[in-house]
């Protein structure tokens, strides 16, 4: 089945553009301005939207913040009536290193939240997914803080090749020939070897997004001994 709908995921704004949480961003970006496509943007999906024309597929790019992401693809394929089969969302994935590119369809989100709204909102996994590799954070360091720095140049260029190869390839995406992109993305874009001691892993708590309140901590009732006296009080 051909895709009919392309979704790069990112924050909106000069001060994320840059950032490994805008990798999807980055390659949406890159393929519009490859093969002539214009983004306009679009208040009734705050978003800005393209047209592919080669294939009439639809280009997105949500300008709400990540944790909303899911309003412009659910408003755009409820409109189209486009089957969640039909839709390839480019997102940036801490569980590969730089360099790497992978696509899949349905699974797990592991903590993102542009992933999370999206499902949410389609009610279903069985969305397409390009997912870019950014590495993981350093150990004590957290992912929310990680996705959005800017990686260092040498990083950057090997999301770029990543990126490089599954341009290459998307028009075959688009063509509905998944298992043959895959095929060679996988085969092409080579995982780094693990170090000889490999740490247990760390499973990221959800990615807190720009502009997202975490909900307060209720304080804990005290304990109080047998006699109804506080455990602890001194006399």
Known sequence: MAIRLVVGLGNPGKEYERTRHNAGFWLVERFAASTGAHFRKDPKYQALVARHDASGAWLLLPQSFMNASGRAVQMLAGFFKLKPEEILVVHDELDFPPGVARIKQGGGIAGHNGLKDISQRLATHDYWR??????????????????????????????????????????????????????????????????????????????????????????????????????????
């Open 130 to 235: 390009l997912r870019l590799g950014v590495g993981r954070p350093p150990a004590g360091s957290e992912g929310a803080d990680y996705v959005l720095q800017k990686p260092p140049a040498e990083e950057r260029a090997a999301i770029d090749s990543a990126i490089d190869k599954a341009l290459g390839l998307l028009p075959q995406m688009l063509a509905g020939d998944m298992q043959s992109a895959m095929n060679k993305l996988h085969t092409e874009t080579k995982e780094e070897k693990p170090p000889a001691k490999k740490e247990p892993e760390k499973k990221e708590p959800p990615i807190k997004e720009p502009g997202k309140k975490e909900p307060e901590k209720k304080a804990e009732p005290e304990k109080k001994g047998l006699f109804g006296g506080l455990l602890g009080r001194k006399k």
